[in-house]
T-cell receptor, first 113, second 114 residues
Framework: DAKTTQPPSMDCAEGRAANLPCNHS???????VYWYRQIHSQGPQYIIH???NNETNEMASLIITEDRKSSTLILPHATLRDTAVYYC??????????????FGQGTTLQVKP | GAGVSQSPSNKVTEKGKDVELRCDPI?????LYWYRQSLGQGLEFLIY????????KSGLPSDRFSAERTGGSVSTLTIQRTQQEDSAVYLC????????????FGSGTRLTVV
């Protein structure tokens, strides 16, 4: 039960922005949105996470809607090395946090030259 | 170490044999997780260790699977009497206590049961 919905695949032209959507309409107040990616034959890599404010780091930006029911991961200038499966995950934080990340099927992003 | 280290990177075993997979987490990371990923599938949670708390074993698929974490550092995942459906990549991850910065995953152990 991944609690998120993502498109199975997307294409993006090299050098353009990649915008990956995620729906999490049942998100709870104490749940954060996390994004990971998995490049072929590697372990998943943490990208970014947020609660309700937009977040930016050296890898990407995360835009969360005001009602928190959806979010978008933005890779501002996609490169061929960004081709990967991108996972959107909601996870609670708190004293009872069990730490489990539950991965869904993710979005396969293909960056094309 | 600089990252999460898993060994062996590849393991081929005969059906019915026992196997042990090892994970060395990042130094100072108190939380450790095991996942597995079958070919073409997503990641399946197996077990989670956090400090001295009892591990969350809710993802272990059968009693043939067990894991331990000694001294709060190295972890070993043991699969007894391996079956062909156990063939998968077994991934280990570690994080700081509150995991604000997310998990760091190892490169995994590819297990093939023949």
């Amino acid at each position: 039960d991944a609690k998120t919905t993502q498109p199975p695949s997307m294409d993006c032209a090299e050098g353009r922005a990649a915008n990956l959507p995620c729906n999490h309409s049942t998100i709870s107040g104490n749940e954060y949105v996390y994004w990971y990616r998995q490049i072929h034959s590697q372990g998943p890599q943490y990208i970014i996470h947020g609660l309700k404010n937009n977040e930016t780091n050296e890898m990407a930006s995360l835009i969360i809607t005001e009602d928190r029911k959806s979010s978008t991961l933005i890779l501002p200038h996609a490169t061929l090395r960004d081709t990967a499966v991108y996972y959107c995950i909601v996870r609670p934080h708190g004293s009872s946090n069990t730490g489990k990340l539950i991965f869904g099927q993710g979005t396969t992003l293909q960056v094309k030259p | 170490g600089a990252g999460v280290s898993q060994s062996p990177s590849n393991k081929v075993t005969e059906k019915g044999k026992d196997v042990e997979l090892r994970c060395d987490p990042i130094s100072g990371h108190t939380a450790l997780y095991w996942y597995r990923q079958s070919l073409g599938q997503g990641l399946e949670f197996l077990i989670y260790f956090q400090g001295n708390s009892a591990p969350d074993k809710s993802g272990l698929p059968s009693d043939r699977f067990s894991a331990e974490r000694t001294g709060g550092s190295v972890s070993t995942l043991t699969i007894q009497r391996t079956q062909q459906e156990d063939s998968a990549v077994y991934l280990c991850a570690s994080s700081l206590d509150r995991a604000w910065d997310g998990y760091t995953f190892g490169s995994g152990t590819r297990l093939t049961v023949v």
